[in-house]
Every structure is written in C-alpha cells, then in structure tokens.
C-alpha cells in the first residue's frame, strides 16, 4: 500500500488513523501500549482483584474497542475515497492471560510496556485476521472462553500457530447476539 506512497503521505495517513483509533481504545477503557509500524498493542486489563469478573469485561471492551474501530475505520476510508485514495484494511487479534508490566530495555533507554506469552499469541492470531470471513476480528479461545453467551463466533481453520506448543483455537467474531436470545 505504502509503496507508492510519499513519506510525508504515509506520516499523514498513519498519524490520521491512529488518531481515530487511539480515541476508540481510550473511550473502551485500553491503553495503547506502543505503536508497531503501522499497528499498535492495545491493553485492556483488570485489577487482580477483580480477577474474574473484571476479566469478562475487559475482554468486552475490547471487543466493543475491535467493532468501534471498524465502523470509525468505514468512516475514514470514505473520507479517503472522496479524495481518490485507496481505502485501509485493519485486522484485530485478541488473546486473554496474564502479562508482566514494567520497563524494558537497556540502562540508558527503556520503556514500560507488557511482555509475555499472551502479548505473542495476540501478534501471531492477528496475522490470521485476513482470512476473517465476517469480520477481521479474531480472538482465542481464552476470549471466547469468557464471553462466550453473549458472541456468535466461527472457528478457522485450524493450523499452528508459531512459538506455540500447546494448541489454540482461533474463532472470527461474527457479531455480538441479541440480548433477546439471552434472556
């Protein structure tokens, strides 16, 4: 996408969707942790205290974060198609665990951010995205495990996942059910 793109086009186009997006993260209760290139890892975590409870709803916001993100993304590639521009595509990977905050680095450069399995297997899931047939929203079973009454999910095909010895089932969200059928 970028190839045939001005540095200066590319800065303006990432800051313009970052921008979008990190309003999005923020209004959900995350935290954008760090920016990748043109990703970025967002956290949405509980205190330990409220281990379970605050587990379900954080893996909610994020969820309510991922569909946010994709109507705010509609709303920018609109914008860019009345100027000519060609529209972005995003994908989302979630996973659920326990990760360790704190700075990391060198002696004389580090920054905070969160490490740990379930920060690689969020990463590696996200690759997976682009195959969504629904939506680019891809979670693991850790997520589904704790929402699952509420998603309409379908599996992926399943294949390995890199680093990963155990396995894990990827799902793609097709969309939140009606607070009807709960009842």
């Not at 529209?87 to 920054?111: C, H, K, N, W």
């Amino acid at each position: 996408h970028c190839e045939r793109m001005e540095a200066e086009e590319i800065t303006d186009m990432l800051n313009d969707y970052f921008t979008r997006m990190v309003e999005v993260v923020n209004r959900n209760g995350g935290e954008i942790d760090k920016f990748i290139g043109d990703a970025f890892l967002a956290v949405f975590h509980s205190p330990v205290e409220e281990r379970e409870m605050g587990a379900r709803q954080s893996a909610f916001r994020a969820i309510y974060a991922a569909l946010e993100m994709q109507r705010k993304l509609e709303e920018l590639n609109d914008a860019r198609r009345e100027k000519g521009k060609r529209p972005l595509q995003i994908g989302v990977g979630m996973s659920f665990g326990e990760v360790i905050y704190g700075p990391i680095g060198a002696e004389d450069r580090r920054d905070f951010t969160v490490i740990g399995d379930v920060v690689n297997l969020a990463s590696r899931i996200e690759k997976l995205s682009k195959k969504g047939k629904h939506t680019r929203i891809v979670l693991s079973h850790h997520v589904e495990a704790l929402v699952h009454d509420y998603l309409v999910t379908e599996a992926m095909e399943e294949e390995p996942i890199r680093g990963k010895t155990e396995s894990v089932r990827v799902l793609v969200l097709v969309g939140i059910r009606d607070v009807k059928v709960l009842e």
